[in-house]
């Protein structure tokens, strides 16, 4: 029998793949203006923190390569529950990412520091929104912490929704 996740106390531990794509990681050293200041390490260290208190286990990683990106997305299948991903600027021009997400049919939320909206036009549209459950953007680093407590709380009334049933 393949494990989906992991048994603590009473509780299922829910687990997520966090997902950072292109040039997310040098956030921190060049553009603060739009990105801020904090680097990837930073958001992985606040993510981890909020998963303690949230009692999910997260998985995060960073990739500049679509083909890498994808792959994870496949391995995700049998061993998270869950997506939290920026894809970078593979969101405006990624069919390929798009369709491992939507192959691997786990609930995903998309997440961006910038408000992808107020900024240029080539920016406003994402492959990756209409197979996510939703997007949030604008909030910096915030972003992803807001991303992971919808994420975790969708997760979780879909558990009981199927209790119930
Ligand atoms: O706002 C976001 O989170 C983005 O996903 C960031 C991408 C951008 O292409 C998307 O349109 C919106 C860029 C990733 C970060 O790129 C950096 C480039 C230079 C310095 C720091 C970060």
Redesign the pocket.
């Known amino acids: 029998m393949i494990l989906q996740s992991l048994s603590w106390g009473c509780h299922t531990l829910l687990s997520i793949l966090v997902l950072h794509?292109?040039?997310?990681n040098?956030?921190?050293?060049?553009?603060p203006g739009?990105?801020g200041h904090e680097t990837l390490k930073d958001i992985d260290a606040a993510l981890e923190q909020q998963a303690i208190e949230l009692q999910v286990k997260i998985s995060s990683f960073q990739s500049n390569h679509e083909g890498v990106l994808i792959d994870w997305i496949h391995a995700a299948w049998d061993q998270h529950q869950g997506i939290l991903i920026?894809?970078?600027?593979y969101?405006?021009t990624s069919i390929a990412i798009r369709d491992a997400i939507a192959a691997v049919a786990l609930p995903t939320v998309e997440?961006?520091?910038?408000?992808?909206h107020r900024?240029e036009a080539f920016?406003h549209h994402s492959y990756i929104a209409p197979v996510a459950i939703g997007q949030i953007?604008?909030f910096g680093a915030e972003?992803y912490s807001l991303g992971l407590q919808a994420l975790v709380h969708h997760l979780r009334q879909d558990a009981l929704r199927q209790d119930k049933a």
Do not use: Q
């Open positions: 794509g292109a040039n997310l040098l956030l921190g050293r060049r553009e739009i990105y920026n894809p970078g600027a969101t405006h997440v961006h520091l910038s408000n992808i900024r920016r953007s604008g972003s």
